[in-house]
């Protein structure tokens, strides 16, 4: 199944952020969803993105709508679970 591809646009405030988060401590996931993000906003294609940083491309996908949806706080972080 075909998905469209949807550019993604990233606020001036959110990359900023950006670029802050890289310098700190993070985990593997908020990592690799900081990267997504980061070559999403430079134009880059779900497919291209997906192969570039070892991942499937629904994962990309995922993150690009959470960002888009719920903000960048919520792309970055796992979603509260319930106990």
């Not at 993604?8 to 401590?25: E, N």
């Not at 690799?32 to 629904?58: E, K, S, W």
């Amino acid at each position: 199944m075909r998905h469209p591809e949807v550019v993604l646009k990233l606020k001036r405030s959110d990359r900023k952020q950006l670029k802050a988060l890289v310098r700190g401590k993070m985990t593997g996931r908020r990592w690799l969803r900081l990267q997504i993000l980061h070559l999403l906003g430079r134009g880059r294609l779900v497919q291209t993105v997906a192969d570039g940083l070892g991942t499937y491309p629904r994962v990309v996908r995922r993150v690009r709508d959470q960002y888009m949806t719920l903000g960048l706080e919520a792309a970055l972080n796992d979603r509260k679970r319930p106990n």
